[in-house]
């Protein structure tokens, strides 16, 4: 979808697709579950634990932090990383809203 596209839907039509868009990588997903199963801020053990290289991890974590999912903490030379609770909620809702509108209006 062309940017000039995106004026055409409502905000949060937008803002669902960003969210689909940079939810749609298994391994998101699974360095999403990770990080929201620790109680505290975690670090280079994602690596590990996820089993892609540095640089991949790295991009993924990029990607979580474009819409706010995930917050890093500079530690040194180490970032620690844990769920953005108000956006993780933010989300909840937003999903919720869409789901629970929905008519069940099968043919």
Known sequence: MGIT?????NVDQNQMA??????????RIAI???ISKQDA????????EIGLAQPTISQHLKE?????L???EIDGKKVCY??????????????????????????
């Open 5 to 9: 596209k995106t004026q055409i839907f």
């Open 18 to 27: 960003t969210i689909f868009k940079v939810l749609a990588n298994p391994a």
């Open 32 to 34: 999403l579950e990770y």
């Open 41 to 48: 801020c975690i670090c280079n053990d994602i690596v590990d």
């Open 64 to 68: 979580l932090k474009s819409i706010n």
């Open 70 to 72: 995930i917050k890093g």
């Open 82 to 107: 844990c769920i953005n609770l108000d956006k993780w909620t933010d989300i909840q809702r937003i999903l919720n809203n869409f789901f629970n509108t929905t008519k069940s209006n099968c043919c």
